[in-house]
């Protein structure tokens, strides 16, 4: 399955079977990004995470409470 970053729109060719092809397809809204700038936003996040203003608003449940 050829797919292409939402980002660096590079193609990429990805097994037709493996799971990330399955959520592709069964699922528009599920977007695919290379791993270059997947490892690339992570760094981001995690260095915005350590500077302590970087806050996680995602809902007012017991368990999210730990981030």
């Known amino acids: 399955m050829k797919v292409r970053c939402v980002i660096c ?4 060719d990805i097994p037709d ?12 809204i599920h977007t695919y990004m ?8 992570a760094e981001k996040t995690e260095a915005r995470l350590a500077t302590g203003n970087f806050h996680f608003y995602k809902g007012h449940n017991a368990d999210e409470e730990e981030f």
């Open 9 to 12: 729109e590079t193609i990429n």
């Open 34 to 41: 290379c791993e270059p700038c997947n490892e690339r936003i």
């Open 17 to 28: 079977f493996s799971s990330l092809a399955k959520k592709l397809r069964n699922r528009p």
